[in-house]
T-cell receptor
Framework: KNQVEQSPQSLIILEGKNCTLQ??????????LRWYKQDTGRGPVSLTI?????NTKSNGRYTATLDADTKQSSLHITASQLSDSASYIC???????????????FGGGTRLMVKP | DAGVIQSPRHEVTEMGQEVTLRCKPI?????LFWYRQTMMRGLELLIY????????DSGMPEDRFSAKMPNASFSTLKIQPSEPRDSAVYFC????????????FGPGTRLLVL
């Protein structure tokens, strides 16, 4: 069964500190992995998309890594800001065709709170 | 572009009533997705369309749920009859037709079925 597990479930850090969120998946075959940020009361916003051949991708202070061998991904947030407080969702897409939906498997998310 | 537009933003209804959620995707996008999000189950893909054609509806919970996309700029998700367990936030998202393309989410419709 395809699964995506995220850890921790929640995290509190002080403004300015770094943090790393984890995503482990059992989806196979694997097409791509996405990280989304979801602010409270809003829809998810894409941060990064990585294919199975990519190891790292950055978007400003957000850096995602992918190890397709161990089926692990991480999202590293540098110099956190209060606006980083949100839920971060890992989504894995199986298959290698051009099917846009393709039974996406979602993680449960990590709820991050950045305190001043 | 205004982004993905959803209406209504909030809906409160009584059990047994019909509920219709609406979505206008980003102009030029030819894939459209309906999601449901709850605290217990997180984000779930219900159905998606490619070029107005339903491709995968395996996530639709049961026959009470139906979705249509009569044209490239409009889609509906209907629940008839609604039940309290349908209470959730329903998101619509759109993208270009490729698995590598970013999906852009709307603001969601928060549904409460009493």
């Amino acid at each position: 069964k395809n699964q995506v597990e995220q850890s921790p479930q929640s995290l509190i850090i002080l403004e300015g500190k770094n943090c790393t969120l984890q995503c482990n998946y059992t989806v196979s075959p694997f097409s791509n992995l996405r990280w989304y940020k979801q602010d409270t009361g809003r829809g998810p916003v894409s941060l990064t998309i990585m294919t199975f051949s990519e190891n790292t991708k950055s978007n400003g202070r957000y850096t995602a890594t992918l190890d397709a061998d161990t089926k692990q991904s991480s999202l590293h947030i540098t110099a956190s800001q209060l606006s980083d407080s949100a839920s971060y969702i890992c989504v894995v897409s199986p298959g290698r065709d051009n099917n846009a939906g393709n039974m996406l498997t979602f993680g449960g998310g990590t709820r991050l709170m950045v305190k001043p | 572009d205004a982004g993905v537009i959803q209406s209504p933003r909030h809906e409160v209804t009584e059990m047994g009533q019909e509920v219709t959620l609406r979505c206008k995707p980003i102009s030029g996008h030819n894939s459209l997705f309906w999601y449901r999000q709850t605290m217990m189950r997180g984000l779930e893909l219900l159905i998606y369309f490619n070029n107005n054609v339903p491709i995968d509806d395996s996530g639709m919970p049961e026959d009470r749920f139906s979705a249509k996309m009569p044209n490239a700029s409009f889609s509906t998700l209907k629940i008839q009859p609604s039940e309290p367990r349908d209470s959730a936030v329903y998101f619509c998202a759109s993208s270009f037709s490729h698995s590598q393309e970013t999906q852009y989410f709307g603001p969601g419709t928060r549904l409460l079925v009493l």
